[in-house]
């Protein structure tokens, strides 16, 4: 069983366009994280989310916009898509101040 | 959180031990060291942490020294596997503080 899945793996898209990234939790954990790795290879933290609620939101476009249906589920909607968003998306888990447990990413390449 | 440094970059022959250094000497005392590690391509993955005593897993071991400003993480018999970018952070619990991830240091374990 996967603990933090993501999905899809792959995502390549055209300027302008709008995806979604989804991410599913199994492990039932209260908080959930988005990460973005970019082509130097740091990881930044997006968003922080706990029981569906947003605790932390660093400086992202507002084009970023997470939305947690559920404490298992966080998603990733990208309006607008830029070249510069082009980079690994990864979601992450935990408990409150416990380590966090990752998933495999997601690959977004904006042509 | 308090600044972490470690080397850019380490070697290390297959079969030895890895030895990844960590300064923190700026860490306070409700400080936790943590590292994990981000093997090419996938997430995050934890590997330890700890407060003042060394603390061993089947991963590794975590040795922080006395006054606390720095440690090692000591991966026993390094393998082809092991080969990866290994990130020690210092992080203080309150509540849901996500991870802020710094350059880390690049092993390569080497046949």
């Known amino acids: 069983d996967t603990a933090v899945s993501q999905t899809p793996k792959y995502l390549v898209t055209q300027m302008g366009n709008d995806k979604s990234i989804k991410c599913e939790q199994n492990l039932g954990h209260d908080t959930m994280y988005w990460y973005k790795q970019d082509s130097k290879k740091f990881l930044k933290i997006m968003f922080s989310y706990n029981n569906k609620e947003l605790i932390i939101n660093e400086t992202v476009p507002n084009r970023f916009s997470p939305k947690s249906p559920d404490k298992a589920h966080l998603n990733l909607h990208i309006n607008s898509l830029e070249l510069g968003d082009s980079a690994v998306y990864f979601c992450?888990?935990?408990?409150?101040?416990?380590?966090?447990?990752f998933g495999q990413g997601t690959r977004l390449t904006v042509v | 959180d308090a600044k972490t440094t470690q080397p850019p970059s380490m070697d290390c022959a297959e079969g030895r031990a890895a030895n990844l250094p960590c300064n923190h000497s700026?860490?306070?005392?409700?400080?936790?060291v943590y590292w994990y590690r981000q093997i090419h391509s996938q997430g995050p993955q934890y590997i330890i942490h700890g407060l003042k005593n060394n603390e061993t897993n089947e991963m590794a071991s975590l040795i922080i020294t006395e006054d606390r400003k720095s440690s090692t993480l000591i991966l026993p018999h390094a393998t082809l596997r092991d080969t990866a970018v290994y990130y020690c952070?210092?992080?203080?619990?309150?509540?849901?503080?996500?991870?802020?991830f710094g350059k880390g240091t690049r092993l390569s374990v080497i046949a």
């Open positions: 952070i210092a992080m203080g619990f309150s509540g849901n503080t996500p991870l802020v």
């Open positions: 992450a888990s935990s408990q409150p101040d416990r380590e966090a447990f």
């Open positions: 700026t860490i306070s005392g409700n400080e936790y």
